[in-house]
């Protein structure tokens, strides 16, 4: 007798999971494409160098990977400066790693960036740069928004190419004097 209910209990969760999983599946699919599209709309906020779209894209905690800004609006004037800075720079997201979801409503989209039209201090042109980044992503009332970012230069990078992180860190006022040698590689050997 127990070895039925057993029997039974085992065949209940099967079957509660073939008709579970497909929805499950269906909600995960139009997240993954929502993320994808919030990228989207993300790069055109930077193309056209527009803070309003961007700030609407932003989670109102968002902070900076470092903990030193935090809250969208500081975070929009920071990016904007350092376009302003930048007044050539152009980026576009070279391909998708993919999107690892932590919750149902946290999501990590990771991606490669390649960004052109840098110059450094002097305005001497730098080489085109790649990043490999990760933004978290958070769905709030049914949207998702980035609430963080980091990036790194991707490992494809040459050692010797300038690392694009020197245009934000570089603009970024609360950053501290030794963080923004070490990414301009200003640092003793």
Excluded at 67 to 73: E, S, W
Excluded at 97 to 109: Q, R
Excluded at 125 to 141: F, N, Q, S, Y
Excluded at 146 to 173: E, G, L
């Amino acid at each position: 007798m127990e070895h039925r209910c057993i029997i039974c209990s085992w065949v209940g969760f099967f079957l509660l999971f073939l008709v579970v999983s497909p929805a499950l599946a269906a909600e995960r699919s139009g997240d993954e494409a929502a993320i994808r599209k919030a990228m989207e709309q993300l790069d055109e906020a930077y193309r056209l160098r527009d803070g309003q779209m961007f700030g609407a894209l932003l989670a109102e905690d968002f902070e900076n990977w470092l903990g030193t800004d935090k809250g969208r609006d500081i975070n929009v004037k920071i990016g904007l400066d350092g376009l302003k800075s930048q007044p050539n720079v152009q980026y576009k997201r070279s391909a998708e790693v993919g999107i690892v979801f932590l919750s149902d409503d946290v999501a990590l989209y990771k991606a490669h960036w390649e960004f052109t039209g840098m110059t450094d201090a002097e305005g001497k042109a730098l080489p085109p740069m790649e990043l490999l980044g990760a933004c978290v992503m958070v769905k709030r009332d049914g949207k998702w928004l980035m609430a963080a970012f980091f990036s790194r230069p991707s490992p494809d990078q040459k050692k010797s190419a300038a690392r694009p992180a020197t245009v934000p860190i570089a603009t970024n006022r609360n950053a501290p004097d030794r963080l923004k040698k070490a990414v301009q590689g200003d640092l003793p050997k």
